[in-house]
């Protein structure tokens, strides 16, 4: 549905949030990486169980109640990959 390519938006990519999404080293504007809050779905996330907080919060970047990924993978180029 939506245009190929990207927009480079700081936070989103033609209005899909990177907070949504597991890390990539593209999400970003260009000039500065996206590092905020992320929550992407668990089982399709590439991530563990133990990579995400255990506890549902809000989402900083967006506002929902999720469980949030862990500080400690927020920078990952890919997941599971630092």
């Known amino acids: 549905d939506r245009p190929p390519g990207t927009c480079r938006c700081l936070k ?3 209005g899909e949030s990177y907070c949504l ?3 990539c080293y593209l999400h970003g504007d260009g ?3 996206y590092h905020g809050d992320r929550h992407p779905d668990i089982a399709s996330s590439g991530y563990g169980e133990d ?3 255990a506890k549902e919060r809000q989402c900083r970047t967006c506002g929902v109640i999720a469980r949030c990924l862990k500080k400690e993978h927020l920078k990952d180029a890919l997941p599971g990959m630092d």
């Open 12 to 14: 989103s990519n033609f």
């Open 31 to 33: 000039r500065k990486p």
């Open 21 to 23: 999404l597991s890390p």
């Open 51 to 53: 990579a995400f907080e």
